[in-house]
């Protein structure tokens, strides 16, 4: 039941237990996996169904993946994509965004709660409904990334392939249920979003330069510093530095956007590659049931925060859900619904995810409410 080393959460490492292939061995299934998501992305597309490109692509790659076929997104390719999409989401940090960032950290500070009652509410389910060990719900549960998951669960000898399977369920089901439910009870349009993009050909040379030269100097400073998802969060974080201080006011071009969505959403459908649905049924029910309760958590936290908070209720839905921060971060991208919002929230949860989580495994742990590891 061993799953693809893609880390759709955090962007970026492969699972601790394995040894990273070569380029060259994974580039015909990457390639395949690319293929089948730019095709699922333009039936999706040709239905104006919302995010057609990575949803499209996720759908896709799933079902080639649980139909035998062998599907694998390099790591390093979504590295270099991760690097690009960092930098093109720091544009969303407008200079306006300063007249009304003092609000953010209310909502910010509600993140720990967030992730304590998400933390314990999917551990209850995945060990007392579900019978799971004690050790592998917990990491199974913790709205975390799923590499720094899987590396702490095998270190406190939990099952890292129900972990792995876990995550992967719950960000696949995020991701394709969000649009559609925007879709369906909100105002967005398909058409609208695909017109207001930007076309290539209408950015500068200078800022494309400077664009570039954010995201070599983000990223090298974010590994330096050892951020979490550096691939991300150090060019996002520069770009949005430069943005703020008006040196370039540059937008996503249609095409990059387009070509992030087919790869993020390959990377994650290709992920259950090597599975058999029926064999993993059972452990991906419990995910979709898992992932119904931190859905219902969120849109508990969106309405109490909208009462105090001038923020639109779907921003907060896409900045509190149990998605990845790359993935959710697109979708508000795509759906432009206050990106620098999202994108934001979603990486202080991951601070406070790697922050909190060894101590409240401890705190469990103390209190009885986790087992001891089995002996070899």
Do not use: C
Request: proline share 5%; aromatic share 10%.
């Amino acid at each position: 039941m061993a799953a693809d080393p893609n880390d759709a959460e955090t962007d970026g490492t492969v699972r601790a237990s394995r040894q990273r292939p070569t380029f060259r061995s994974v580039l015909p299934r990457m390639l395949l996996a690319f293929a089948l998501g730019t095709a699922g992305g333009a039936v999706f597309y040709a239905l104006s169904l919302p995010l057609p490109w990575m949803l499209g692509a996720m759908m896709a790659t799933a079902i080639a993946a649980f139909s035998g076929v062998r599907l694998q997104v390099d790591n390093r390719v979504r590295t270099l994509m991760m690097v690009v999409l960092g930098t093109l989401l720091g544009s969303a940090f407008s200079p306006e965004i300063l007249d009304r960032i003092d609000e953010w950290p209310i909502s910010m500070l509600s993140l720990v709660g967030y992730v304590v009652l998400a933390s314990l509410m999917t551990f209850w389910f995945y060990h007392r409904v579900a019978g799971i060990e004690s050790r592998t719900s917990f990491f199974s549960g913790v709205p975390g990334g799923l590499a720094e998951m899987i590396t702490l669960g095998i270190a406190a000898g939990a099952d890292d392939r129900k972990i792995s399977l876990a995550h992967t369920t719950r960000i696949f089901l995020v991701v394709m249920t969000l649009p559609l439910a925007f879709r369906l009870f909100g105002d967005f349009d398909t058409a609208a979003r695909a017109r207001a993009s930007t076309s290539i050909l209408d950015i500068e040379l200078f800022d494309i330069a400077l664009l570039t030269a954010s995201a070599l100097v983000g990223f090298a400073g974010a590994r330096l510093l050892r951020i979490p998802a550096p691939q991300l969060t150090g060019p996002m974080f520069v770009s949005a530095a430069v943005h703020l201080t008006g040196l370039t006011s540059a937008v996503p071009p249609v095409i990059v956007v387009s070509i992030a969505q087919v790869i993020i959403g390959s990377a994650v459908g290709s992920r259950f590659s090597g599975l058999k649905l029926l064999e993993v049924a059972h452990y991906l029910m419990l995910g979709a049931i898992a992932t119904v309760l931190l859905l219902a958590l969120t849109l508990v936290y969106a309405f109490g925060l909208q009462q105090v908070m001038d923020v639109p209720f779907g921003a907060f839905v896409l900045a509190f859900s149990p998605g990845g921060l790359t993935e959710m971060s697109l979708v508000a991208l795509a759906m432009h619904i206050d990106t620098a919002f999202v994108a934001t929230h979603h990486m202080v949860r991951i601070f406070i995810v790697v922050a909190l989580t060894p101590y409240l495994f401890r705190a469990m742990g103390k209190f009885g409410m986790i087992s001891e590891p089995p002996e070899d």
